[in-house]
């Protein structure tokens, strides 16, 4: 039987990649496999604040992140894995990246990359320092992972065992949809961390002339300073306004199952889970067209818009708020795509191709 290591982030601090990490080590609590045993390491960034965006923060403290779980790292792998599973974020991440992979081939032990966002055909086009740190991953990895079909079709050009996975939808889920009945409030819902990069500016200069009957819910963790620029800025349209921050996530599935709309207008997405989530829901759903989203909003699902584009926000909003009979057909299509192409079983089966091949030749 083969020993395969996940290596990818826990929460506390919550993001995507930790979400992840919750759902599929929950499926695997209940489900196995004769022909692996599943074991995971905690990466999860400690320290730093993930709404944190300061560059010299990020450096100070993946420093001492990477010192700290290097030794974790070696300790495991000199328990013989057959294969080491990493996920990854790049950006500077990378170099850690490149030093856990290197590692991992001294020790003979098969890996693979697990791309996390959705920013490669991006790189490829622009071929700076990240784009070429990646490709040096790349060819040090026994299998790469991606979560969009544009970055499937480029970095199958130079690797020969690139595959696409998605996000599922996690059981928790499905099992909050079986007991909850939809009650829509005229409530138009961001779910994210607070930050310029999730498109918040452009979210709430957007709705600044919508009626004050629509309520806007901020759901996610939030620096401060922030939450009192944008009530500074737009209290005075007169508008229902309220930050959350973190919430538990049938908490977070409450808001978005009887919203109006749910709202993502992030410069920069891979597989957002809250945009799986949203069409599992039902909701109507505005995103940027970034990352894996034209994947998963595509055919009527739900409307794209650029980023950082506060106009074209705006009207996908009326769009959507003041056409019941499309807003309908749009989250129905979502919620029926979904549930058949994102189901946990589906996701995992591809993930053990990976985890069980044999000629990586």
């Known amino acids: 039987m083969k020993k395969i290591v996940l290596i990818s982030p826990l929460p506390p601090p919550v993001g995507g990649i930790a979400s992840w990490t919750v759902n599929i080590l929950e499926y695997f609590k209940n489900y196995s496999n004769d022909k692996y045993v599943l074991e995971h390491l905690n990466n999860a960034m400690q320290l730093r604040s993930i709404t944190s965006t300061s560059k010299l923060s990020r450096i100070y403290y993946g420093i ?6 290097y030794r974790k790292l070696v300790k495991k792998l000199l328990q013989k894995p057959d294969l080491c599973h990493f996920t990854s974020s790049a950006s500077l991440g990378l170099f850690k990246d490149v030093f856990f992979i290197l590692t991992c081939r001294i020790f003979n032990i098969k890996t693979v990359i697990h ?22 991953v790349n060819k040090m990895s026994t299998f790469v992972v991606v979560l969009d079909k544009k970055s499937l079709d480029i970095l199958n050009k130079y690797h020969k065992h690139v595959s696409l996975i998605e996000n599922p939808v996690s059981s928790k889920l499905i099992d909050f ?33 919508l009626h004050n009957k629509y309520k806007l819910e901020i759901v996610g963790p939030y620096e401060n300073e922030v939450k009192e ?34 709202v993502l207008p992030s410069y920069t997405e891979g597989f957002p889970n809250v945009i799986i989530e949203g ?6 759903i505005i995103a940027t067209d970034v990352g894996a989203i034209p994947d998963m909003l595509g055919e009527n699902r739900g409307v794209l818009i650029s980023p950082r584009n506060a106009d074209q926000l705006r009207d996908a909003i009326h769009k959507l708020l003041f056409n019941e009979s499309i807003r309908n057909e749009f989250s129905l299509n ?28």
């Not at 001492?64 to 779980?69: K, P």
């Not at 966002?117 to 040096?136: A, H």
């Not at 961390?193 to 452009?202: A, D, L, M, N, P």
Request: hydrophobic share 40%; aromatic share 18%; net charge positive.
């Open 64 to 69: 001492i992140n990477f010192l700290l779980f």
């Open 115 to 136: 791309y996390r966002f959705g920013r490669i055909p991006d790189l490829y086009l622009i071929k700076n320092w990240e784009w070429k740190t990646l490709q040096f």
């Open 177 to 209: 949809k079986k007991v909850t009945v939809k009650t829509e409030r005229n409530a138009i819902v961001f779910v994210g961390h607070v930050t310029k990069k999730k498109g918040i500016y452009e979210f709430f200069e957007a709705t600044k002339n």
């Open 229 to 262: 620029y944008l009530l500074e800025k737009y209290n005075r349209y007169d508008k229902q306004i309220v930050f959350y921050g973190a919430m538990s996530n049938e908490m977070v599935y409450n808001k978005m199952i009887n919203s109006t709309l749910l």
């Open 279 to 284: 069409m599992a829901l039902g909701c109507g």
């Open 334 to 361: 979502a919620e029926s795509y979904a549930l058949a192409n994102y189901t946990m079983g589906n996701i995992v089966k591809k993930l053990e191709f990976i985890w069980t091949y044999e000629n990586t030749k």
